[in-house]
């Protein structure tokens, strides 16, 4: 009886020693943050790892609001020792203190530049240590600038009618889903008073920037040279509240679709890679990695080759755990989040490849940049045409392409709707050389908005043989010494988030593959002489030359 007592009693001791360490455990991490706040400061990284790390337990109350239709009530994330490593990393040089250190100085330094108007001042560097000391001159005006008032930017479009324009602003946008079902964005700016015409009615100026972005579109371009509503879109991009998130469907990588405050949306595409890290020569096109910094180069790309047919593209700094997890109704997405060895939050979602723990987009400890692009319009009122490369690439790892193997295949193009009449085929070569100058291998299919039939031009999307004069003259432009083209790019992507997007060796890249082109242009010229190489397309009526066949 004494023995059976005494048993009892053991028992009982454990029991209590196990619940005070159980108590204790619980306690530590505030005692330790107790203990970090009435400290001196210290790191200030470590303060908020260990803050956010510790408050992501706290922050299991607000995501149980979310507990509806079924929601589990616990948090379900654990931590997995089989986290990302390098390749998905966001612990980079191009961290975020080094980013908004760095991106203040060198632009405050641009602007002392342009403000210094007839002074010749020494070389400021603007991409600081991973750029190798990449410089611009000091002028009194930029080259951006001075780009743009060429005669070669300058060229006006034929006058629009109703058919060449996406939109009428008059009867589609009210039908408009996003903009009808809630006017709010009326008034974000304070301007009450400039949203409305003398009888009442909303005028276009007080809609949102996504939707003049979508008004703005018509059978030449996507936007216009001095479109209004591009800078205050691409602000929008950077700034607007993140209001909802989920995942992309189709593809082949990790993509999230954000709507904003203000009702708009915009694809994201987290980082994945550093910009120094190099891709190797041995990879198949189609198994590297999107790389974010890639899509905002191309917009800015775009915008210089003067071709306007990229949506427009911000990187942002976005908080994993505020703007994607707190924020998400995709329960397979906020499944995919766990807390690494490292402290840091990471998720993984859910796509064709790299979607697991060993490929997961991983924060610092919850911060990673990434490019938002501009959604284009709904497919419910503006339907695209989705139109199949006819220079793919064939995506098998022993069979070639036709074009890579048949001499003729060229010929056989010209002879095929819709490449036998308009400016297709010679849109085809813009596009050509756009992902040539990009590095872009992955260009499988196009696409066209169905309202303006075969003669218009074609969206560049998913930026991860006879040619048009004035796209020759204007790479002729770029290769100068005045408007450099790795000069121009530099300048222009001054003004992102995430500047520099792009290192030194990026922009050396260009201007060397500019070159190529021009090489090769040259030699076909040469061949088969300017007029069978060279479309004229800078004089005559531009309908005219839409209803031209190609040589």
Known sequence: MILFRKFRVLILM????????????GLLPKLEKRGADGGDGGCQCAHHAARESQGWGKQRARAAAAAEAGWPDKHTLRILQDFSNEPSSNLTSHSLEKITAAAADRTESFRRTRLSAGKVEEHKPLIGEASG????????????????????????LPPLTDDDTLFNV???????????EN???????????????????????????????????NR??????????????????????????????????????????????????????????????????????????????????DRILDFRRVPPVAG????????????????????????????????????????????AVCGKPDQIEGSLAAFLPDQNLAKRTTWRSPWRRSYHKRKKAEWEVDPDYCDKVKQTPPYDRGTRLLDIMDMTIFDFLMGNMDRHHYETFEKFGNDTFMIHLDN???????????????????????????????????????????????????????????????KEGYVNVVEEDLVGDTTTHRMQGHR
């Open 14 to 25: 454990v029991f209590l020693v196990a619940c005070t360490m159980h108590i204790m455990i």
């Open 133 to 156: 000391g990449r410089t611009v001159p000091a002028r009194g005006i930029s080259r951006l600038s001075a780009l743009f008032e060429h005669p070669l930017y300058t060229v006006d």
């Open 170 to 180: 008059n009867s589609n946008i009210k039908s408009y889903p996003r903009a009808a």
């Open 183 to 217: 006017q709010g964005w009326h008034h974000e700016e304070g301007n009450e008073e400039d949203g409305f015409s003398p009888n009442g009615e909303v005028t276009a100026e007080s809609y949102p920037n996504w939707l003049r972005f979508h008004i703005g579109i």
């Open 220 to 301: 030449y371009e996507l936007y216009s040279r001095h479109n209004p509503a591009l800078d205050g879109l691409l602000k929008d991009l950077v700034t607007q509240k993140v209001t909802s998130v989920g995942m992309k469907s189709g593809g082949t990588q990790l993509k999230l679709i954000m709507t904003l405050q203000n009702y708009g949306q915009a694809l994201f595409k987290p980082m994945k890679q550093t910009r120094e890290q190099e891709t190797p020569p041995d990879f198949f096109y189609f198994s590297d990695f999107e790389r974010h910094n890639a899509e905002i180069a191309a917009f800015h790309l």
């Open 316 to 359: 942002r700094l976005i908080n994993m755990t505020r703007e994607i997890r707190d924020v998400t109704r995709d329960r397979t997405l906020w499944k995919t989040f766990f807390i690494s060895p490292a402290n840091n939050i990471c998720f993984y979602g859910e796509c064709s490849y790299y979607c697991s723990t060993e490929h």
């Open 464 to 526: 991860g043989r006879g040619l048009k004069k004035s796209t020759h003259l204007r790479l002729q432009l770029l290769a100068t010494e005045e408007y450099r083209l790795s000069a121009l790019m530099e300048e222009s992507l001054l003004h992102d988030r995430l500047s520099p997007v792009l290192i030194h060796p990026h922009l050396q890249a260009l201007d060397r593959r500019l070159n190529l082109v021009l090489q090769v242009l040259a030699g076909c010229i040469e």
